[in-house]
């Protein structure tokens, strides 16, 4: 059996080859970059499942990486980094990473995040329609898709899972905490900036698309999806 093919790229070949041996014990193939050009190539030629990225490596760094790669993918991808500042952490989130992970780690919490990832970001039940609509705006957990006046939005699965679940309990106050447990899941090692980041690029991408409903931030509560008319 094979749980899907990583993408390991770090510059340090030590790790490379810790995170292999653990990774293909856990039954994943993997494939090792060592430099960020080589990376963006390697991705488009293999078409891995999940992409663990280093943020300082040779050639292109793991910030422009993420970008190159999301211009073409969704592709779930979990940061590497030495450093444990809030900047780093919000940067690569806002990039559209889905996890980070700090320097120095466990190699048995990088393995459990990414089966975390890999579950949540395949975690739609092909069987079920998961569909909300309002004015404007058709949210399909069935297929991950976006529609935004008519056009099809580029959305990534944690984006959407996000507005989706607002959008089906509207005028619901939902605290930082409960979006984590209800959207990432239990599993999630992260903070509760990670809502605020991904909410923000949700915001970018639904700014003044319609009076019916906006999504609203409850000061020192949270947020919810209110509705000034009843959705269709």
Known sequence: MNNGKILIVDDNKNICDLLRMYLEKEEF?????????EAVKKFKDWNPDLVLLDIMLPGM??????????KTSDKPIIMITAKDEVFDKVLGLE??????ITKPFETKEVVARIKAVLRRSTGAKKSEQKIVSYDKL?????????????????TPPKELELIYFLASHPDQVFTRDQLLDQVWGFEYFG???????????IR???????????????WTVGYKFETHKKSR
């Open 191 to 201: 903070d509760s900036r990670t809502v605020d980041v991904h909410i923000k690029r």
């Open 61 to 70: 760094d793991g910030w422009q990486v993420c970008r190159e790669i999301r």
């Open 204 to 218: 970018d991408k639904l700014r003044n698309v319609s009076k019916e409903w906006e999504l609203r931030t409850i």
């Open 138 to 154: 058709t949210i399909n957990l069935s297929n991950y898709e976006m529609i935004v006046k008519g056009k099809h939005v580029d």
């Open 95 to 100: 990039l559209g990473a889905d996890d980070y």
């Open 29 to 37: 193939s993997t494939a090792i970059v060592n430099d960020g050009l």
